[in-house]
């Protein structure tokens, strides 16, 4: 039957060395996940919050899928006037 004290001898004699590893790997990943959650708002827009952001690009794209679509419309009207097509 294994008891505390021979789980212990063996992660420090034995398994000393993924032990350590085990331990670097996880405080880089504690690490990293204090840096993410740190993170701030730029600097640039300060009383600019996630939500407007997400709403701000959605509207860009829209208008951008808009003039995509409207000069396609010409480019296509453009063509048919060029070659008698109605």
Do not use: C, F, H, W
């Not at 505390?4 to 034995?14: A, F, H, R, Y």
């Not at 790997?25 to 919050?49: D, F, H, Q, W, Y």
Request: aromatic share 2%.
């Amino acid at each position: 039957m294994a008891t505390v004290k021979n789980i212990g001898d063996l992660l420090m004699t034995q398994y000393v060395l993924p032990l350590e590893v085990i331990g670097l790997l996880l405080t880089a990943a504690l690490i990293g996940a204090v840096i993410i959650a740190m993170k701030e708002e730029p600097l640039s827009n300060p009383g600019r919050s996630q939500g407007n952001e997400a709403l701000t690009e959605k509207s860009e794209i829209g208008n951008r899928k808009s003039e995509i679509d409207q000069s396609l419309l010409t480019s296509a009207a453009t063509v048919q006037g060029k070659e008698g097509v109605p």
